[in-house]
């Protein structure tokens, strides 16, 4: 079974850090695209950031200078280090994967994980 496993959310104050895993479970990430995408409350989902098959980075809404993406060698793990979180960076982040060119649209994407909870308040 083919499954994508998100990791590494938590409470964390104003200007703190954390880093998100996403974990490939019976495939690899090698040739994929993963995105990284958020949802607060009563809002529509939306991208944060993208790492491309080649290795190339992508940042939207408000991460760039503050999140960087990468993934490990070994194409297993893919990572979102968050720095100066800020009170609106609170929501569910997911990580998804696709045979496609990175982008912030939600559509398109082969597979989805459960997301995991980031809160950033004091």
């Known amino acids: 079974q083919v499954q994508l496993v998100e990791s590494g959310g938590g409470l964390v104050q104003p200007g703190g850090s954390l880093r998100l895993s996403c974990v490939a479970r019976?495939?690899?990430?090698?040739?994929?695209?993963i995105g990284w995408f958020r949802q607060a409350p009563g809002k529509e989902r939306e991208g944060v950031s993208c790492i491309s098959s080649s290795d190339v980075g992508e940042y939207y809404s408000d991460s760039l200078g503050r999140f960087t993406v990468s993934r490990d060698n070994a194409n297993t793990t893919a990572f979102l280090q968050m720095n100066s979180l800020k009170p609106e960076d609170t929501a569910v982040y997911y990580c998804a994967v696709g045979r496609r060119p990175c982008e912030p649209d939600t559509r398109g994407w082969g597979l989805w994980g459960q997301g995991t909870q980031v809160t950033v308040s004091s």
């Open positions: 019976g495939f690899t990430l090698e040739y994929y695209a």
